[in-house]
């Protein structure tokens, strides 16, 4: 019953106004395989924290909200995932930053993309998925390194 119950609400959720992933108000993983997930260094609050793929461990670094009001992708309190000095060029990395409504903060999920500034990608460096590797926005291409997924 529950998994009918998530199945159901997924799919209202997928298919809010302008395509993007309203998830309810708790916090979930990122995943970029079963095993990979989106995380911040060190689980910091300091702004300008690295954004990084890690193992999934369910610790507080991995826990994700979204914003269908603002777009923003929100964690570890009142953070906000954010493209560094709000650059469109491909390989600007991505960082924990205090939330500012800034469009560097505004995410939309088109199929498994985060897309983000000028309709860039968030992507693994170099299509990695090893601990430690820096996450960044890219030119959408449909690789697995930009390919991510939701999971309670």
Same mark, same amino acid.
């Given at each position: 019953?529950?998994? #009918?119950?998530?199945?159901?609400? /997924?799919?209202?959720?997928? !298919? !809010?106004?302008?395509? /993007?992933?309203? @998830?309810?108000?708790?916090?979930?993983?990122? @995943? /970029?395989?079963?095993?990979? &997930?989106?995380?911040?260094?060190?689980?910091?609050?300091?702004?300008?924290?690295?954004?990084?793929?890690? %193992? &999934?461990?369910? !610790? @507080?670094?991995?826990? =994700?909200?979204?914003?269908?009001?603002?777009?923003? #992708?929100?964690?570890?309190?009142?953070?906000? /995932?954010?493209? !560094?000095?709000?650059?469109?060029?491909?390989?600007?990395?991505?960082?924990?930053? %205090?939330?500012?409504?800034? @469009?560097?903060?505004?995410?939309?999920?088109?199929?498994?993309?985060?897309?983000?500034?000028?309709?860039? &990608?968030?992507?693994? %460096?170099?299509?990695?998925?090893?601990?430690?590797?820096?996450?960044? #926005? =890219?030119? &959408?291409?449909?690789?697995?390194?930009?390919?991510?997924?939701?999971?309670?």
């Amino acid at each position: 019953m529950k998994k #009918i119950i998530a199945t159901t609400a /997924l799919a209202l959720i997928t !298919s !809010s106004a302008f395509g /993007l992933l309203a @998830k309810p108000a708790m916090a979930d993983e990122i @995943k /970029l395989n079963p095993k990979a &997930c989106l995380d911040v260094d060190h689980g910091s609050t300091e702004d300008g924290t690295r954004i990084q793929v890690w %193992e &999934c461990n369910g !610790s @507080k670094a991995q826990r =994700w909200t979204y914003s269908a009001k603002t777009g923003e #992708i929100r964690g570890l309190g009142n953070k906000c /995932l954010d493209v !560094s000095n709000g650059d469109t060029a491909d390989g600007t990395p991505v960082q924990l930053y %205090e939330c500012n409504g800034t @469009k560097a903060q505004q995410w939309r999920q088109v199929k498994n993309e985060i897309r983000g500034i000028a309709d860039k &990608c968030l992507d693994a %460096e170099n299509g990695n998925s090893a601990d430690g590797t820096r996450v960044q #926005i =890219w030119k &959408c291409a449909n690789v697995p390194a930009q390919r991510w997924t939701w999971v309670k």
